[in-house]
């Protein structure tokens, strides 16, 4: 059987400096500096994100799920809240404003980029309605001018949840996590830029509400170490930062490899298309491909098409040793969890049609140009084989 093409190979995105930092561990342990409030390697790497994001603060905490809760609640979200979200994503972005009293108000995505549909969420808009987080899907930035310009109509704060997207941008360059009041980021180990561990961090440039997730994370403790407001623990670790550092310099050169990557799907993925729609004089395109509006630059986290009879197709690709993800089989308004909501299958069509038919294709740097055409080899032999349609 041919080598196995993992989804993702975490190894190749520490490759070139995993000496250079168990050398530094050594020291560490000798320093014991290991806890985030107190860290100067901790602040160092917050200053330096800060400038790579383009904001003046960034506020190191436990994960992605924190920097999201945090910012909600420095924004005072609370009971009787609403705050609105797409309905198609990860469940993490929903939990933190059930977490805080407040309910979730979902809204519908865009086909083509399977992000959150401007237009809906001004429509889901009420006066109960404290905050929104467009969630900047598989890598990709929503479309911030339209959101923005929403949001300052209603006088309404935006938590960009960026968790798949550091290093996407505006056509103008401005880098997600920079437009909104708060970006919340994940260093998941497999985002952009992911830890040795769970990790995230908040940015903002407001100075006030930067000193409150400051507080927040460290049990609400000031300066002075006063205990002024109820807070949480979440301090972003110096061995997470110290290992972020020699992250961050390469992160724009994996950038390149994920979107030079996805650019070769696109090619060849066209070239399937186009042979099978003479075959079968189907007009419409077999496999959906991931839609890049303007000049924005999309990161592919993931590169997630839309294929018909999904299921079999991950199963096929599966045997043949390909392994692929699926993200996300359940849309979040359907979602057990989230149940007591009182939504129903059918209100939010196109995050449903996306839950249905997407799958995510391998796109990791380092990732081979020959392992690419097999993919897509085998993708093609599946819709040759096969006389679906849908
Ligand atoms: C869109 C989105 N938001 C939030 C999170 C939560 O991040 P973390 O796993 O670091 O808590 C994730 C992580 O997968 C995510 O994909």
């Not at 390697?41 to 330096?48: D, G, I, L, S, Y």
């Amino acid at each position: 059987m041919a080598e196995t093409i993992p989804f993702i190979d975490l190894r190749s995105t520490h490759a070139d400096f995993i000496q250079g930092y168990l050398k530094e561990l050594e020291n560490l342990f000798q320093t014991c500096d290991f806890i985030g409030a107190s860290s100067k390697r901790v602040a160092a790497f917050e200053e330096h994100f800060a400038r790579y994001i383009g904001v003046k603060h960034a506020l190191g905490v436990n994960s992605g799920t924190d920097a999201l809760l945090l910012a909600l609640d420095a924004l005072g979200v609370g009971h009787g809240d609403e705050v609105i979200l797409p309905a198609f994503g990860f469940i993490a972005t929903a939990d933190v404003i059930v977490r805080l009293g407040a309910r979730p108000v979902f809204v519908d995505v865009q086909p083509d980029t399977f992000n959150v549909n401007p237009e809906a969420i001004e429509a889901a808009i009420t006066e109960r309605t404290k905050a929104i987080i467009p969630v900047h899907l598989f890598g990709q930035i929503c479309d911030m001018d339209a959101i923005m310009a929403i949001a300052e109509r209603h006088k309404l704060p935006v938590v960009e949840d960026v968790a798949q997207a550091c290093g996407a941008a505006t056509a103008d360059g401005r880098r997600a996590g920079s437009i909104g009041t708060f970006g919340a980021f994940s260093f998941y180990p497999t985002k952009n830029i992911g830890a040795a561990g769970d990790a995230g961090i908040v940015t903002t440039n407001d100075d006030a509400l930067a000193e409150k997730i400051r507080r927040f994370r460290d049990h609400g403790r000031t300066t002075a170490g006063t205990f002024e407001c109820i807070g949480y623990n979440s301090r972003l670790d110096t061995i997470q930062a110290m290992y972020l550092a020699h992250k961050l310099p390469e992160l724009d050169d994996n950038l390149l490899d994920r979107i030079e990557n996805a650019k070769l799907y696109d090619t060849l993925l066209a070239e399937v298309d186009r042979s099978l729609e003479i075959r079968h004089g189907e007009r419409r395109p077999l496999i959906e491909r991931p839609a890049v509006p303007g000049d924005l630059r999309h990161t592919f986290n993931l590169y997630t098409i839309k294929a018909p009879d999904r299921d079999r197709l991950k199963a096929c690709l599966a045997q043949r040793g390909i392994q692929t993800a699926i993200y996300y089989p359940t849309p979040l308004h359907t979602t057990p969890a989230l149940a007591f909501l009182g939504y129903k299958g059918g209100q939010f069509p196109v995050a449903e049609e996306c839950a249905r038919r997407c799958l995510s294709l391998p796109v990791w740097p380092g990732l081979k140009r020959q392992q690419i055409q097999r993919v897509v080899h085998e993708v093609r032999e599946f819709l040759e084989n096969n006389t679906f349609i849908g």
